[in-house]
T-cell receptor, first 113, second 109 residues
């Protein structure tokens, strides 16, 4: 495996379900991110982890719960979601530095019914 | 407030018809500007990093340029496989990236 891999690619869940999204990066980076992408909106940063420590939480509802057990793995735990949470959820990683590109996974298309 | 604006929102070109996409930015501190390509239902794919005004980068039919206020992605003689959404992002902090909403490009054969 190379780059950033996300599973599952597609997820349909009811509003009462609990599910988790998984992300793994094989780039040796020390920062990992969760972004939400909705139609016609810019990518919306949800969480940032640097060396397993959460450095940003952009006022994300508590129904989204991140977990970063090590610098290569990132999870997003989902529970009691709303239909408006349906979106493409993207994981990314980057190396710490003055100017550093973020590399993205293929995303999880989440549909809340 | 830091902001990145891309135009046009959508663009249709005939195969071989060259054009440019625009990314204008208003940020307090630009560290770098990035271009990504995103195919439907997939994650953004990194294309270029531009560090300072006057810089240019090329890759196949794509050329990215940067000024103090905006960046252009020039597409020369595009092919249908260049159809995608092109995203621009600026880095303003160690872990802070601001993205535009993208330009949806459709190249017709």
């Amino acid at each position: 495996e190379t780059g950033v891999t996300q599973t599952p690619r597609h997820l349909v869940m009811g509003m009462t379900n609990k599910k988790s999204l998984k992300c793994e990066q094989h780039l040796g980076h020390n920062a990992m991110y969760w972004y939400k992408q909705s139609a016609k909106k810019p990518l919306e940063l949800m969480f940032v982890y640097n060396f397993k420590e959460q450095t940003e939480n952009n006022s994300v509802p508590s129904r989204f719960s991140p977990e970063c057990p090590n610098s290569s793995h990132l999870f997003l735990h989902l529970h009691t979601l709303q239909p408006e949470d349906s979106a493409l959820y993207l994981c990314a990683s980057s190396q710490e530095g003055e100017v550093t590109e973020a590399f993205f996974g293929q995303g999880t298309r989440l549909t809340v019914v | 407030e830091d902001q990145v604006t891309q135009s046009p929102e959508a663009l249709r070109l005939q195969e071989g018809e060259s054009s440019s996409l625009n990314c204008s930015y208003t940020v307090s501190g630009l560290r770098g500007l990035f271009w990504y390509r995103q195919d439907p239902g997939k994650g953004p794919e990194f294309l270029f990093t531009l560090y300072s005004a006057g810089e240019e980068k090329e890759k196949e039919r794509l050329k990215a340029t940067l000024t103090k206020k905006e960046s252009f992605l020039h597409i020369t003689a595009p092919k249908p496989e260049d159809s995608a959404t092109y995203l621009c992002a600026v880095q303003t902090g160690t872990y802070k990236y601001i993205f535009g909403t993208g330009t949806r490009l459709k190249v017709l054969a």
